[in-house]
C-alpha cells in the first residue's frame, strides 16, 4: 500500500525537525544533558561556611614604629571637667525679641569710641581696687553677628577659672544673665548675646566688668555718643 503523500508544511517541518536533531547529536548536547544530570550533589553555597574549629588564643606582639612607641598613652577623657549643660533662659520682652539688620551696621567714629573708653576708665578709678576690674571697648564681632565676646588672655589667667564655667552677669538694674565662660578661648559664648540685645549694645560703647564673686562679674555700660 502506498504512503499517503504529505502536505509542503508538513514535510517542511519534518525536515527541520531532522536538522535540528543532527545539529544536536553534531555538538554532543544530549551526552552532556545526561551528564549534568548524573553529576554529583551540588555544592555547598559559598555563604554557608564551614565554621573552624576553635582554638587556643596566642597572643601577637604588635610591631610598632619606634618614634610612635615613645609618644605617651592617649589621655583620658573621662578626668576632665565638664561644664553641666545650663538652659539660659531666652528674653522675649523688650529688644530681645526684635531682629536686627546686620546690613545697616553702624561703626563708631573712632574719637567717639575713646570719648565712652575714657569715660569707662574713669569709672573704673571710682570703684577702686576691692574686685578686679575689666574695661572694653565694643566691637562689631561683640553685638552683632557671632556674639562672642573675648577677654583679655592676663585677666583670665589671674581671676578667673581654669575650667569651664556658668558667669553671671549683673547690670547695674540688678538683673543676673546666665553666660558660658570658655576657659580654652579666654571669652563668654552662650548668653552673651542675649545680654547684649537685651541692653542694645552697639559698636564703641564701653562696658565695665567688675568681678564681685568667682564666677559673677557687675556690668555697668557707658554709651557712646555719635555725632549727628
Given at each position: 500500500?502506498?504512503?499517503?503523500?504529505?502536505?509542503?508544511?508538513?514535510?517542511?517541518?519534518?525536515?527541520?525537525?531532522?536538522?535540528?536533531?543532527?545539529?544536536?547529536?553534531?555538538?554532543?548536547?544530549?551526552?552532556?544533558?545526561?551528564?549534568?544530570?548524573?553529576?554529583?550533589?551540588?555544592?555547598?553555597?559559598?555563604?554557608?561556611?564551614?565554621?573552624?574549629?576553635?582554638?587556643?588564643?596566642?597572643?601577637?606582639?604588635?610591631?610598632?614604629?619606634?618614634?610612635?612607641?615613645?609618644?605617651?598613652?592617649?589621655?583620658?577623657?573621662?578626668?576632665?571637667?565638664?561644664?553641666?549643660?545650663?538652659?539660659?533662659?531666652?528674653?522675649?520682652?523688650?529688644?530681645?525679641?526684635?531682629?536686627?539688620?546686620?546690613?545697616?551696621?553702624?561703626?563708631?567714629?573712632?574719637?567717639?569710641?575713646?570719648?565712652?573708653?575714657?569715660?569707662?576708665?574713669k569709672l573704673e578709678a571710682?570703684?577702686?581696687?576691692?574686685?578686679?576690674?575689666?574695661?572694653?571697648?565694643?566691637?562689631?564681632?561683640?553685638?552683632?553677628?557671632?556674639?562672642?565676646?573675648?577677654?583679655?588672655?592676663?585677666?583670665?589667667?589671674?581671676?578667673?577659672?581654669?575650667?569651664?564655667?556658668?558667669?553671671?552677669?549683673?547690670?547695674?538694674?540688678?538683673?543676673?544673665?546666665?553666660?558660658?565662660?570658655?576657659?580654652?578661648?579666654?571669652?563668654?559664648?552662650?548668653?552673651?548675646?542675649?545680654?547684649?540685645?537685651?541692653?542694645?549694645?552697639?559698636?564703641?560703647?564701653?562696658?565695665?566688668?567688675?568681678?564681685?564673686?568667682?564666677?559673677?562679674?557687675?556690668?555697668?555700660?557707658?554709651?557712646?555718643?555719635?555725632?549727628?
Amino acid at each position: 500500500m502506498a504512503k499517503p503523500k504529505m502536505v509542503p508544511y508538513e514535510e517542511t517541518r519534518r525536515e527541520r525537525i531532522e536538522e535540528n536533531r543532527k545539529r544536536m547529536e553534531a555538538l554532543n548536547l544530549p551526552q552532556l544533558s545526561m551528564a549534568l544530570k548524573t553529576s554529583s550533589s551540588p555544592k555547598p553555597s559559598p555563604m554557608k561556611r564551614t565554621p573552624k574549629p576553635k582554638g587556643e588564643k596566642q597572643m601577637v606582639v604588635v610591631r610598632r614604629s619606634s618614634r610612635v612607641a615613645k609618644l605617651p598613652e592617649q589621655p583620658s577623657y573621662k578626668e576632665m571637667d565638664v561644664v553641666e549643660k545650663v538652659m539660659i533662659p531666652r528674653r522675649c520682652t523688650g529688644s530681645t525679641s526684635k531682629h536686627r539688620d546686620l546690613s545697616n551696621r553702624v561703626y563708631a567714629d573712632y574719637e567717639d569710641r575713646m570719648v565712652a573708653l575714657a569715660k569707662a576708665e574713669k569709672l573704673e578709678a571710682e570703684l577702686g581696687s576691692d574686685f578686679p576690674i575689666l574695661v572694653k571697648s565694643m566691637l562689631q564681632s561683640h553685638v552683632s553677628g557671632g556674639f562672642w565676646l573675648g577677654l583679655q588672655v592676663q585677666f583670665c589667667r589671674d581671676y578667673l577659672s581654669k575650667n569651664d564655667e556658668v558667669m553671671t552677669l549683673v547690670d547695674e538694674e540688678g538683673e543676673e544673665y546666665k553666660t558660658i565662660y570658655l576657659a580654652r578661648k579666654t571669652g563668654l559664648s552662650g548668653g552673651w548675646k542675649g545680654f547684649a540685645v537685651a541692653h542694645d549694645l552697639v559698636d564703641g560703647d564701653a562696658v565695665v566688668y567688675q568681678l564681685i564673686k568667682p564666677t559673677t562679674m557687675k556690668v555697668y555700660i557707658i554709651r557712646v555718643e555719635r555725632k549727628a
